[in-house]
């Protein structure tokens, strides 16, 4: 059955999934040709927030709470299977609240997070508001941020539908305020770019204050570096699921 918000190849041999959550104005196109890196019994869903794609014609959310409290009921009729949550910069930050939430709520977490490109949340912000600029100015910090090509960003009726997203989700990075009800129980692995102005290896570890970290890998390339290293990403990924699903001869 269709569930909006993700998308996937179904397995009929899935045994576990891993939902996959974008950054800021990404999509769940973000992730796409990740499933041709795990075997068939890791099924891959893309998570597809409101305002993009085939929910365009929604309103997108701009507070990192609202969004987790609706993946949390979007995502309710896929725990019929263990799962893991992946998410990059802003969809790190929302896959580790919604872990929160389903922990405080007594559902069935993740057994395992993959965060990437995304400092620890109690630490302070660095750079500038973003989300009120006016159009002109968010499109050339858009620019400078990287990791949407720079032709897409010329293209007036692509930005007619980008625009309203990245605002959005700027906002909703940039109110974000981490509430520690709770330590989770699902273990953690950190990933990020070692040419990452934004989020050092520093900033990374910095999870170990409210997360129970395993470990630390740093990629080659920029705070974007999964769109040239998702190859070697997903086989890290892969590796530690091999651990979870084999003890059970999965």
Same mark, same amino acid.
């Given at each position: &059955?269709?569930? +909006?918000?993700?998308?996937?190849?179904?397995?009929? /041999?899935?045994?576990?999934? !891993?939902?996959?959550?974008?950054?800021?104005?990404?999509?769940?196109?973000?992730?796409?040709?990740?499933?041709?890196?795990?075997?068939?019994?890791?099924?891959?869903?893309?998570?597809?927030? #409101? @305002?993009?794609?085939?929910?365009?014609?929604?309103?997108? $959310?701009?507070?990192?709470?609202? !969004?987790?409290?609706?993946?949390?009921?979007?995502?309710?009729?896929?725990?019929?299977?263990?799962? =893991?949550?992946?998410?990059?910069?802003?969809?790190?930050?929302?896959?580790?609240?919604?872990?929160?939430? !389903?922990?405080?709520?007594?559902? #069935?977490?993740?057994?395992?997070?993959?965060? /990437?490109?995304?400092?620890?949340?109690?630490?302070?912000?660095?750079?500038?508001? !973003?989300?009120?600029? #006016?159009?002109?100015?968010?499109?050339?910090?858009?620019?400078?941020?990287?990791?949407?090509?720079? *032709?897409? $960003?010329? *293209?007036?009726?692509?930005?007619?539908?980008?625009?309203?997203?990245?605002?959005? *989700?700027?906002? &909703?990075?940039?109110?974000?305020?981490?509430?520690?009800?709770?330590?989770?129980?699902?273990? %953690?692995?950190?990933?990020? @770019?070692?040419?990452?102005?934004?989020?050092?290896?520093?900033?990374?570890?910095?999870?170990?204050?409210?997360? +129970?970290?395993?470990? %630390?890998? &740093?990629?080659?390339?920029?705070?974007?570096? $999964?769109?040239?290293?998702?190859?070697?990403?997903? =086989?890290?990924?892969?590796? %530690?699921?091999?651990? $979870?699903?084999?003890? %059970?001869?999965?």
């Amino acid at each position: &059955m269709r569930n +909006d918000w993700i998308y996937r190849r179904e397995h009929s /041999s899935a045994a576990f999934r !891993l939902f996959c959550f974008p950054y800021a104005g990404g999509s769940a196109a973000v992730y796409r040709g990740w499933q041709e890196q795990f075997p068939d019994r890791i099924e891959v869903c893309a998570v597809e927030p #409101p @305002g993009r794609r085939h929910r365009t014609p929604e309103e997108p $959310l701009r507070r990192l709470p609202d !969004l987790a409290a609706a993946v949390v009921a979007g995502l309710a009729a896929e725990a019929d299977l263990p799962f =893991a949550f992946f998410g990059h910069s802003l969809g790190a930050l929302v896959a580790f609240d919604v872990a929160q939430r !389903l922990s405080g709520g007594g559902h #069935p977490g993740p057994r395992v997070l993959f965060l /990437s490109g995304a400092a620890a949340p109690h630490l302070p912000r660095r750079r500038r508001t !973003l989300w009120n600029l #006016p159009p002109a100015e968010l499109i050339s910090e858009v620019r400078a941020y990287g990791g949407t090509p720079p *032709d897409v $960003l010329d *293209d007036p009726a692509f930005l007619e539908i980008f625009l309203p997203v990245i605002r959005a *989700d700027f906002e &909703m990075f940039e109110t974000y305020t981490f509430e520690a009800d709770t330590r989770l129980d699902s273990p %953690v692995y950190l990933y990020g @770019g070692e040419d990452d102005e934004r989020v050092s290896a520093a900033r990374l570890w910095a999870w170990r204050d409210v997360a +129970d970290v395993v470990a %630390v890998e &740093m990629f080659s390339g920029g705070h974007f570096y $999964l769109r040239e290293q998702y190859r070697p990403l997903t =086989a890290s990924i892969g590796r %530690v699921l091999d651990g $979870l699903l084999s003890p %059970v001869g999965a």
